[in-house]
């Protein structure tokens, strides 16, 4: 609950954006479900993340590895969504940066690789995506 009441200062604006746990971002995502994804890009998936007092958010979860973006092209969008703040760009709320390591198998052997996840989170804006308002294919939520 003290992680949630942390994101409910950022959203009120007592508190700056900031890092929040990984296990707080899976559990208002559940576990970053289906049901719960909104949309995707090249190489990130955006999920609803609800707080247990209704508040919806936001969470932009990137893979990051050698095919995908570099942890220097994260730090770099994590500084200009830090010094952005106009009426008409979605609030940026924090970031979560997590590693963790899982086996894969290739070519019969089993090997340990490191996976890194990079996560931001911003206030969740109904309507729909941009790119569908934008092109008239979006339907408004009600």
Request: charged share 30%; proline share 1%; hydrophobic share 35%.
């Amino acid at each position: 609950m003290g992680d949630e009441s942390v994101l409910e200062r950022i959203l009120n604006r007592d508190e700056e954006p900031r890092d929040l746990p990984l296990a707080l971002l899976q559990r208002i995502t559940k576990d970053f479900s289906k049901e719960n994804k909104i949309g995707e890009g090249g190489f990130e998936e955006v999920y609803k993340g609800e707080l247990r007092n209704g508040i919806t958010v936001a969470v932009k979860r990137i893979e990051v590895n050698q095919f995908t973006i570099d942890d220097m092209s994260f730090c770099r969008e994590f500084d200009s969504l830090m010094k952005i703040n106009h009426q008409n760009v979605v609030r940026f709320l924090g970031f979560c940066s997590n590693t963790h390591h899982t086996s894969i198998e290739e070519a019969g052997e089993i090997n340990l690789v490191n996976v890194r996840e990079r996560l931001l989170y911003f206030e969740y804006i109904r309507n729909g995506s941009l790119d569908k308002y934008i092109t008239g294919t979006s339907k408004v939520e009600a």
